[in-house]
């Protein structure tokens, strides 16, 4: 499996992003610059977490219009796996690749911890290295990542099954107590209707190795390149 790692300025998690694909995948990325408008062909895009362009306007406004975008969101129209993290699920959400926004932390505070997620439908290519219902505990580092839609938009995500992830406590209840920022429904992450585009706030690619307290994300990107391997 061959991905491709967007970098605007502010991105920061694009090396742990790369380590984390290359681990599971056992080829280096592409890494490609926001000014470019030639995306090589891969089997996966991925946008990781940072501030990118500083967070000016609203998080992922600038980068979802940099030259780069207009060809990631042309691939993803035509199929080709997408997965956004962090400020990469922001941008995913200014692109209209996914629905929905992310809004400021209920607390108004940066939250970096471990949180709990219980896996909502482990049915898809990015998933299927977890069981539905599986609790996982990986990191969030963010300031906006309250995610918020319209009830509509809710009750069609739920109905499609396109609730990826929510935040939970260690046994698996969806509890207010367990939300670190305040995202409506505890939603962490949201696939798109076709489940080939995934949003995720926390941060799977910062908890692949024993050193980095925990390997619970090791599950999304082996799944990720056993499904396109098959």
Known sequence: MKAAIIIAPGINRERDMAMALEQASGVAPYMVWHRDTDLPEADL???????????YLRPGAMAAN??????VVERANQGVPVLGVCNGFQVLT????LPGALLSNASLKFVCRDVYLRVDNGQTLFASGYETGEVIRV??????????????????LEADDCIAFRYCDAGGDVDPAANPNGAIRNIAGIYNEAKTVLGLMPHPENAVRPDQGGTDGRGLFDGIVQALAA
Request: without cysteine; negative net charge; proline residues 8%.
């Open 66 to 71: 940099s030259p780069i975008l207009r060809a």
């Open 94 to 97: 200014e692109t209209g690749l």
């Open 139 to 156: 990191p969030v580092a963010h300031h906006d990542g309250n995610y918020f839609a319209d009830d509509d938009t809710l009750d069609r």
């Open 45 to 55: 895009i991925v946008i990781p977490g940072g501030f990118s362009y500083g967070d």
